[in-house]
Nanobody
């Protein structure tokens, strides 16, 4: 198991930027696929972005493509989500996720689905005002 702790959320005006971080601990010499999901009030959790531990493969939801960038520092396992050109529709709780995965250039087939991941952070709130 790996423990995930998100930080970096907050309140920002539309058009602004935020960078989320996810600190991972509790794993030793084990590679993971990692990603971000978000959940707005009254909505289901939705996929935002995913990355392999090597950084060799990334995927994004269409709604954030070109605005968000996912990256990973595999020296310490910290995951990042750089969010630019934020819109009020991006308002949600953002969750960091991880799944044990050894491939560098492919993601799990179910990478868009919450059920694929067995490690979740507690979430961090992002609010974008118009």
């Amino acid at each position: 198991q790996v423990q995930l702790v998100e930080s970096g959320g907050g309140l920002v005006q539309a058009g602004g930027s935020l960078r989320l971080s996810c600190a991972a601990s509790g794993r030793t010499f084990t590679t993971y696929a990692m990603g971000w999901f978000r959940q707005a009030p009254g909505m289901e959790r939705e996929f935002v972005a995913a990355v392999t531990y090597s950084g060799g493969r990334t995927e994004y939801a269409d709604s954030v493509k070109g605005r968000f960038d996912i990256s990973i520092d595999n020296t310490d396992g910290t995951l990042y989500l750089q969010m630019n050109s934020l819109e009020p529709e991006d308002t949600a709780v953002y969750y960091c996720v991880a799944k044990r995965w050894t491939y560098s250039y492919s993601l799990p087939s179910g990478y868009k689905f919450p059920s694929e991941y067995d490690n979740w952070g507690q979430g961090t709130q992002v609010t974008v005002s118009s």
